[in-house]
């Protein structure tokens, strides 16, 4: 899978108006980046053990799948591009290009979105993943659940 791939996934499986896409992505990302911060607050509360790499790796996946949704598809396999398939060693200088190359925000509510890659890929690599491995696990999960008609738009669902 390259980047150009998952952004390709990304813009099929959403189920999104193109109009609302940023709106959404922003959202998405702020909900699924509060499900990594309640792996690690619910660590914490039971005593420090280790975080399940599992379910964080799946976390992260969620959150590159809200941050391609909400980039401009160029923009984007220009940056998961930059950080795809390398360490953080390898990337060192990465990070300056993923906050130098930000382009400017077309709508005011999204500030900073484009500059959400980064701690999804040190959230990566501190699981000893790449950015590519993350979104793979993250397209595998969602086929599954495709498969298994278990993917709803629930906010369309009558009582």
């Known amino acids: 899978m390259t980047p150009a ?3 390709a996934f990304v ?3 959403s189920s999104h108006d193109p109009n609302d896409r940023q709106r959404a992505a922003a959202l998405g990302l702020m909900a699924e980046a509060g499900e990594v911060a309640g792996l690690y ?3 914490l509360r039971a005593g420090q053990p ?3 790499p599992d379910a964080l790796a799946k976390e992260l996946g969620d959150c590159l799948f809200y941050w391609t949704l909400g980039n401009d598809p160029d ?3 220009r940056e998961l591009a930059a950080v795809w398939d390398k360490t953080h060693t390898e990337a060192t200088n990465e990070r300056r290009i993923l ?3 930000a382009h400017p925000m077309r709508l005011p509510y ?4 484009e500059l959400a890659l980064y701690p999804i890929f040190i959230g990566a690599t501190w699981l000893g993943l790449t950015v590519g491995e993350v979104a793979a696990r993250n397209v595998a999960k969602l086929e599954k659940r495709n498969a298994e008609g278990s993917i709803t738009d629930r906010s369309r669902r009558t009582p």
């Open 5 to 7: 791939d998952y952004i």
């Open 110 to 113: 999204l500030p900073s979105i």
């Open 99 to 101: 906050l130098t190359t």
């Open 50 to 52: 280790p975080v399940d």
């Open 11 to 13: 813009t099929r499986q």
């Open 75 to 77: 923009s984007a396999e």
């Open 41 to 43: 607050e619910r660590a």
